[in-house]
């Protein structure tokens, strides 16, 4: 069975842009996470999104929005970059809603914002 | 405020040594799930437990043992004989039943293996 993918794994980028990263969950998941982890600032909670809709948002200013598709994969953007996104953005998948399904995490993409 | 704390942000131990990673968390919810996860140098993290915050009986894995004590509210992770390839960042978390899904973590704690 594969893993949770991630897209690209290294992804470089100058203040201003914007970047999209990508997910797919594993089959059977209906549930995407994201998180950030930066140097230094640990794993942060970012977005929650099942069946479509996005279920729960960290404490992120709203350049940091995503979706998800009918196949359930997932994109994330961050608009307007600043060098403080630098970070490891790591995706997760779990099967249904509940709490306590265990969170299975892709590679990650690496953003360097330059 | 829920909370994590790994107070041990990097541990240093010989082969076959035991070693244990200390995990203290905080909640207000009665019912709430501990994770355990493992993130080696290729940077994925690698699922290693869930406990039930009804639950507390210890469990064992084989090297692998977690205690769980709501008295003190610890969730700490025992590795018996480590060995090289433990080494790696491992991660405590935690999910609250009124949070969908959001996993708060710990800092982590940074285990180096020496042969």
């Known amino acids: 069975e594969a893993g949770v993918t991630q897209s690209p794994t290294h992804l470089i980028k100058t203040r201003g842009q914007q970047a999209t990263l990508r997910c797919s969950p594993i089959?059977?998941?209906?549930?995407v996470y994201w998180y950030q982890q930066a140097l230094g600032l640990g794993l942060q909670f970012l977005l929650w999104?099942?069946?479509?809709?996005?279920?729960n948002r960290g404490n992120f200013p709203p350049r940091f929005s995503g979706r998800q598709f009918p196949n359930y994969s997932s994109e994330l953007n961050v608009n307007a970059l600043e060098l403080e996104d630098s970070a490891l953005y790591l995706c997760?998948?779990?099967?249904?809603?509940?709490?306590?399904?265990?969170?299975?995490f892709g590679d990650g993409t690496r953003l360097s914002i330059l | 405020a829920q909370k994590v704390t790994q107070a041990q942000t990097e541990i240093s131990v010989v082969e076959k040594e035991d070693v244990t990673l200390d995990c203290v968390y905080e909640?207000?919810?009665?019912?709430?799930?501990l994770f355990w996860y493992k993130q080696p140098p290729s940077g994925e993290l690698v699922f290693l437990i869930r406990?039930?915050?009804?639950?507390?009986q210890n469990e064992i894995s084989g090297r692998y043992s977690w205690n769980f004590q709501k008295s003190t509210s610890s969730f700490n992770f025992t590795i018996t004989a480590s060995q090289v390839v433990d080494s790696a960042v491992y991660f405590c978390?935690?999910?609250?039943?009124?949070?969908?899904?959001?996993?708060?973590f710990g800092q982590g704690t940074e285990l180096s293996v020496k042969p």
């Open positions: 997760a998948s779990s099967y249904g809603t509940l709490s306590n399904q265990p969170q299975h």
């Open positions: 089959s059977g998941h209906t549930s």
């Open positions: 999104y099942d069946e479509g809709e996005e279920r």
């Open positions: 909640t207000r919810d009665t019912t709430y799930y």
């Open positions: 406990r039930n915050s009804f639950d507390e």
């Open positions: 978390a935690l999910s609250e039943d009124n949070q969908g899904g959001k996993l708060i």
